[in-house]
């Protein structure tokens, strides 16, 4: 074996040492970060996709127009909709000043065993920021949403 060899292997070596401690490390950050991670569904997709009850993710459509429901102290039921298929949403706590029937929504939450979605987080927006590109493009194609304005406006 000659030096110039001898110090080939060494190299391939500490490159193939060092990929490994990268693909370990890389992986014990997916590992960690797997519990932190949230999905985005719209109400058509929870169906397709047949979301697990107990699961976290994020909802996203438009408050659907006669949904709200105002219950006892700060419970509220509302039904987010893509169009296609609606969720009944039940939050506990304050609604953003711009929630509205008719605009954008998202909520965080998950599905609970009659299908209902618990969230404990609720963001409104009058446009399209919060709502994912396909559900922005879909109301736009049906009249529903307005470039710049929310649906109803």
């Not at 030096?3 to 070596?13: F, I, L, M, T, V």
């Not at 029937?101 to 909520?107: A, C, F, L």
């Not at 927006?125 to 396909?134: G, I």
């Amino acid at each position: 074996m000659t030096p110039r060899s001898s110090r080939k292997q060494k190299r391939a070596a500490v490159i193939l040492a060092g990929l490994a401690v990268l693909a370990i490390a890389a992986g014990i950050v997916l590992y960690a970060l797997k519990d932190t991670i949230v999905f985005f569904y719209t109400p058509s997709e929870i169906a397709e996709k047949n979301v697990q009850t107990g699961q976290r993710f994020r909802l996203g459509g438009l408050v659907e127009a006669g949904s709200v429901v105002k219950g006892d102290g700060m419970t509220v039921r509302f039904a987010v909709t893509d169009t296609i298929k609606s969720v009944t949403v039940e939050y506990k706590g304050q609604l953003p000043d711009l929630f509205r029937e008719g605009q954008g929504v998202v909520t965080e939450g998950k599905l609970d065993a009659s299908g209902n979605f618990v969230a404990d987080t609720v963001l409104a927006k009058h446009d399209e920021n919060y709502m994912p590109k396909d559900v922005a493009d879909r109301l736009k194609e049906k009249g529903v949403w307005k470039e710049g304005k929310g649906a109803g406006s």
